[in-house]
């Protein structure tokens, strides 16, 4: 695609990566046929391809509306059409660069700047964000039916192992996750302790950066990409072997640090390492398969009525750290069958604070997302994202689980 940017970004480095992209693109327009977006409403504009001819119009000087804005806005992030494309086109790197320009060309009022403003600051912050589930989990039960079905019940992260282990390995425990579900990390905790690794967190550690990201904060990620490094720095140095993410969208911002700051002179090398730390807790799992395999030995065959499993493959971990097959051969392995899933490269409608600042598209994805996990009539639904599992258990009585939740169950029994 040629390009003739403007002068305001022409030199800077993020106009020189907006160009490389622009110029991977040969508009074959691939990508609409896997974006969701594109699929709901049936309009160029609401697709990779419309989006892209946006931003290059925008960095070459045209003047951005309310309505380049929304076309933007009403994107997932979902990475679904750089799966698709033949030519390799970073097409959510492209967005970021013309979110940030457009919104300082078309500054946000009323009441979406309030609510944008109260989710980059609520959110992030996991100890003003327990506080406030802690709360309206005390009256879930009292709570309008919307509000409801984003605060799920009471609960705790289970019994915690108390070995110690020569391996060790970083846990991220995130913002929203460990007030939501926090068994996760403790599901983690004690899987990797029968494999014989011992899971630690960072004191300091906290929001990933990707809320902030999504949200066209760029600095205020990259102050969380900071703050991380700097509470996992003494732990990598000290010996930890690595980094393991159990949400798939924080393993896949956190695998973007490297870029993010890759102009900053005290942390780039850092950031670099971290980068080729970090793994996503299926791939830990499955570099021990040989000892998973002798553990599940043990275990009683799964009950009959449980056996059925949907796997639900959050965008992260299929399009953004391009895992598949992965989780779903542990659970195989683990004894479950999974039921098949139509159109599985779709997102389900959460993608971060989607659900919030969206909602309508939101929920027309989220039911096409549930008529497709149902339909093989599962006992349960498993997942790898905070935000998926969240957003699916709102809408479903069957239980939504963390797979290594599940995985941590079998071993037990």
């Not at 391809?49 to 806005?73: C, F, N, S, W």
Request: proline share 5%; aromatic share 4%.
């Amino acid at each position: 695609m040629e390009t003739h940017l403007a002068d305001f970004i022409r030199h800077t480095s993020a106009g020189r990566e907006a160009e490389e992209i622009l110029r991977r693109c040969v508009h074959c327009g691939f990508c609409t046929a896997t974006c969701p977006t594109y699929q709901l409403l049936g309009d160029e504009l609401d697709g990779p391809r419309g989006r892209i001819y946006l931003i290059k119009q925008v960095l070459e000087g045209a003047q951005p509306t309310t309505k380049t804005r929304l076309h933007l806005d009403r994107c997932l992030s979902c990475r679904s059409c750089e799966s698709t494309c033949p030519s390799g086109v970073h097409y959510t790197r492209l967005l970021d660069i013309g979110r940030e320009v457009v919104e300082s060309k078309v500054p946000r009022t009323g009441i979406d700047a309030v609510m944008r403003g109260a989710l980059k600051n609520l959110l992030p912050r996991s100890t003003l964000f327990g506080a406030a589930m802690k709360m309206g989990q005390a009256v879930r039960l009292m709570l309008p039916g919307v509000l409801r079905a984003k605060v799920p019940p009471l609960s705790s992260a289970g019994p915690a192992p108390h070995r110690s282990h020569a391996r060790k390995m970083i846990a991220l425990a995130g913002c929203v996750q460990p007030s939501m579900y926090p068994n996760v990390n403790g599901a983690t905790r004690r899987v990797l302790d029968r494999l014989g690794i011992q899971m630690i967190e960072a004191a300091g550690a906290g929001c990933c950066g990707a809320v902030r990201a999504h949200l066209n904060a760029a600095e205020g990620a990259r102050d969380d990409a900071r703050r991380n490094i700097d509470a996992w720095w003494p732990l990598l140095e000290a010996g930890a072997e690595g980094l393991v993410m159990t949400a798939s969208g924080c393993a896949s911002h956190v695998l973007e640090y490297a870029h993010l700051l890759q102009e900053d002179p005290d942390y780039a090398v850092k950031a670099a390492r971290v980068v080729l730390a970090t793994r996503d807790i299926s791939e830990v799992i499955t570099a021990e398969a040989v000892e998973l395999a002798s553990l599940l030995q043990a275990c009683g065959p799964v009950p009959e009525n449980e056996r059925m499993m949907a796997f639900h493959s959050p965008c992260s971990l299929q399009h953004g750290l391009k895992i598949r097959g992965t989780v779903e051969s542990l659970l195989i392995a683990a004894g479950y069958t999974l039921t098949a899933v139509a159109d599985s490269h779709l997102c389900c409608g959460s993608a971060g604070t989607y659900s919030v600042l969206q909602p309508v598209l939101s929920q027309q994805l989220l039911d096409n997302k549930l008529t497709a996990l149902t339909a093989g009539l599962p006992a349960a639904i498993a997942s790898a994202n905070v935000g998926c599992i969240g957003h699916l258990q709102g809408a479903t009585t069957l239980p939504v689980k963390h797979w290594i939740e599940v995985l941590d169950e079998r071993l037990s029994s």
